[in-house]
């Protein structure tokens, strides 16, 4: 194959792969969704050892004005050390764990897959795009318990997992510009 025909094929491949931005509600776009919540449980370290655990998270997503989403995250262990991790992920990120978010008509929808669990984070907009309401979801593959990593970056293993405080909040702009 010649590089024109290459870079045809890879074109052609990307605009397949990409989620439509006809998908994105234009009510959505140039605006910036913030869902937080705490999640809870019990986690096994490495070791065996058991303890509850609390962390606070926090999902950020920009939708551009060409439909694009830009998401962060955050997650903050509710300890005497504050552990924290998270990161920046934009719509062609392949890291493992990032989690994908699309819209599902009015709502966004996020899935945040484990090794044998899920989380899936939902963002249902009113009919401006001026507010919204959060639910979050916590699964598993029927063993009771998942492996997640921590924000200290060890993975552990949860059971008992809940969700609390789930709150949304919509903002116009870029917060990530800011």
Same mark, same amino acid.
């Given at each position: 194959m010649n590089t024109v025909r290459i870079a045809a094929v890879t074109a052609s491949l990307v605009v397949a792969c990409s989620p439509a931005v006809a998908a994105v509600p234009s009510a959505a776009m140039n605006k910036t969704i913030t869902i937080s919540f705490t999640a809870g449980g019990t986690a096994k370290d490495p070791d065996g050892r058991?303890?509850?655990f609390s962390t606070s998270v926090t999902r950020t997503v920009y939708v551009s004005s060409a439909g694009r989403l830009f998401m962060r995250h955050t997650a903050t262990a509710n300890t005497k050390g504050h552990e924290s991790r998270g990161g920046d992920f934009d719509?062609?990120?392949?890291?493992a764990g990032k989690g994908s978010f699309s819209?599902?008509? *009015?709502?966004? $929808?996020?899935? =945040?897959p484990y090794a044998g669990g899920a989380r899936q984070i939902t963002a249902?907009?009113? !009919?401006?795009?001026?507010?919204c309401t959060a639910s979050v979801i916590e699964g598993n593959a029927g063993s009771g318990s998942f492996m997640r990593k921590?924000? *200290?970056?060890? $993975?552990?293993? =949860?059971?008992?997992a809940t969700t609390s405080g789930v709150s949304c909040s919509i903002q116009? !702009?870029?917060?990530?510009?800011?």
């Open positions: 058991t303890h509850p719509p062609s990120d392949t890291r819209f599902q008509g *009015d709502r966004l $929808v996020g899935v =945040i249902t907009f009113d !009919g401006s795009f001026s507010s921590g924000p *200290d970056g060890v $993975v552990r293993e =949860i059971s008992n116009s !702009g870029n917060a990530f510009a800011q």
